[in-house]
């Protein structure tokens, strides 16, 4: 497995550093998840940042919005690998 674990969030769960070779369907839930989060995180930051008359507010929101986009892109990048090669390679049950 090429999972790293390091450190440990607050609620005692393990952090992983690389996305799991195979995504269940309860994995692609959570990333749903997370991606309407991020989605609408992103779409506020605009809206708010398109209302913001103080240029610097204005580009720490834009900048918010920006992080959250890649978040979202990255995440995006994980869900379109190609699960089906990697189940394929695991031994039956």
């Known amino acids: 497995m090429q999972q790293q674990m390091t450190g440990q969030s607050q609620s005692q769960q393990p952090m992983f550093t690389t996305p799991p070779q195979v995504i269940t369907g309860k994995d692609l839930n959570y990333l749903a998840d997370q991606m309407n989060w991020l989605l609408v995180a992103a779409k506020k930051c605009s809206h708010y940042a398109k209302e913001c008359t103080d240029p610097q507010i204005k580009q720490i929101i834009d900048q918010t919005g920006q992080m959250h986009q890649r978040h979202y892109n990255t995440l995006l990048t ?12 695991l031994p039956a049950q």
Do not use: D, G
């Open 78 to 89: 994980h869900c379109q690998n190609n699960n089906s090669s990697a189940t394929a390679s």
